[in-house]
């Protein structure tokens, strides 16, 4: 027969009440947050409001999202060839839709926007722009170190077969 000994919950020998209890009640707050679908860098997935162009979205809770590993040609007035189609494909695909993001190592970039991987019913939204050929690779280390030959290998298919503004565009635009 095994002997259980019951100890008295409560801090370990040499620590204070109060050093106990503050450390309990910040692993509640980081467990419940945890639990919630954040992340340390921003939240785990949210509704979109707006599609800004093929590379860059905001949420209904006001995070500015760039996708990961892509570049999609500009709109407005720095227009570039192509721009309208991308952003077009990428608000079918997202505008309003619940979307699942994942992060790499950086969590923004220079301009504050939150970098992930986006994702749509188990489909990731920046391996299909650049697969149709709405996006051209852009790999800024240490994000996507782990992916960029993926990407590379999309982005010559996509070329090779003149898919979206590879076979639209006399020059690239990004």
């Known amino acids: 027969m095994s002997?259980?000994?019951?100890?008295p919950f409560g801090p370990p020998d040499g620590t204070?009440?109060?050093?106990?209890?503050?450390?309990?009640?910040?692993?509640?707050v980081v467990?419940?947050?945890?639990?919630?679908?954040?992340?340390?860098?921003?939240?785990?997935?949210?509704?979109?409001?707006d599609v800004h162009d093929g590379d860059t979205i905001t949420l209904e809770s006001g995070e500015k999202i760039r996708y990961l590993m892509i570049d999609a040609p500009e709109v407005g007035s720095d227009a570039e060839c192509y721009g309208n189609e991308a952003r077009d494909f990428n608000a079918s695909l997202v505008l309003a839709q619940t979307v699942t993001l994942r992060y790499d190592q950086t969590c923004t970039d220079r301009f504050?926007?939150?970098?992930?991987?986006v994702f749509l019913d188990g489909r990731e939204v920046n391996t299909l722009m650049v697969e149709r050929g709405y996006a051209c690779v852009l790999h800024i280390p240490p994000n996507g170190d782990d992916r960029a030959q993926e990407f590379e290998t999309l982005e010559d298919q996509a070329s090779s077969e003149g898919k979206g503004l590879w076979g639209f565009c006399s020059v690239t635009p990004c």
């Open 3 to 7: 002997r259980v000994i019951l100890r």
């Open 16 to 28: 204070s009440l109060r050093a106990w209890v503050v450390g309990v009640v910040v692993a509640g």
């Open 31 to 49: 467990a419940f947050f945890a639990g919630c679908g954040g992340s340390e860098c921003g939240p785990s997935s949210g509704v979109v409001a």
């Open 112 to 117: 504050g926007r939150l970098l992930a991987y």
